[in-house]
């Protein structure tokens, strides 16, 4: 089965609100977790990244967290815009030298 | 910089035609990966190939898919034939590898087999 997986497949959000994404990992061993947005007819796009020496690591906007006691890794988007309407996908990477393992993403919607 | 750059944007074809979709990736990267995505499986990690050869082709569904990597600057994937069941979108990604594993991706092809 998936390695890789997401709490909720949909999250609708009003503009200006904050957003929080989950997602579950299985592999206790996984050393780096990566989230990607994807926009309708785009390939997968970079957001934001962090290892597993840390539990937290700050971008323009967005944080993500790593809670490795429990496998959980969350993205948080701060003041939700309309253009952040997409998908998004947390993967792992199992081992160094490997490729990227995806979960089946969260499509966030956001209202005026 | 021009990112990793697939074509063709959109294919459709008949069951049974050979179908080859190209990659260009990122100048200087060393590893280069394909996934394809559906709605039901998300996105499935092919093969992938590091310094141009190919190191995990496990995703790769049957013998009818096929991929090279002849330069640093290209790749292919093959189907031959083509069946229905093969209709998703086919992603390129590179990385520049040596344990960086942050990839960027192409725009996909989309891919449909009637």
């Known amino acids: 089965g998936e390695s890789v997986g997401l709490h909720l497949p949909t999250l609708s959000v009003q503009e200006g609100d904050n957003s929080i994404i989950n997602c579950a990992y299985s592999n206790s061993a996984s050393d780096y977790f990566i989230w990607y947005k994807q926009e309708s007819g785009k390939g997968p796009q970079f957001i934001i990244d962090?290892?597993?020496?840390?539990d937290k690591r700050q971008g323009q906007r967005v944080t993500v967290l790593l809670n490795k006691t429990v496998k959980h890794l969350s993205l948080q988007i701060a003041a939700t815009q309309p253009g952040d309407s997409a998908v998004y996908f947390c993967a792992e990477n199992l081992q160094a030298g490997t490729a990227l393992i995806f979960g089946k993403g969260t499509t966030l919607s956001v209202s005026s | 910089d021009a990112g990793v750059i697939q074509s063709p944007r959109h294919e459709v074809t008949e069951m049974g035609q050979e179908v080859t979709l190209r990659c260009k990736p990122i100048s200087g990267h060393n590893s280069l990966f394909w996934y394809r995505q559906t709605m039901m499986r998300g996105l499935e990690l092919l093969i992938y190939?590091?310094?141009?050869?190919?190191?995990?082709d496990s995703g790769m569904p049957e013998d009818r898919f096929s991929a090279k990597m002849p330069n640093a600057s290209f790749s292919t994937l093959k189907i031959q034939p083509s069946e229905p069941r093969d209709s998703a979108v086919y992603f390129c990604?590179?990385?520049?590898?040596?344990?960086?594993?942050?990839?960027?991706f192409g725009s996909g092809t989309q891919l449909s087999v009637l």
């Open positions: 990604a590179s990385s520049t590898g040596g344990g960086n594993e942050k990839l960027f």
């Open positions: 190939f590091n310094n141009n050869v190919p190191i995990d």
């Open positions: 962090i290892r597993s020496n840390m």
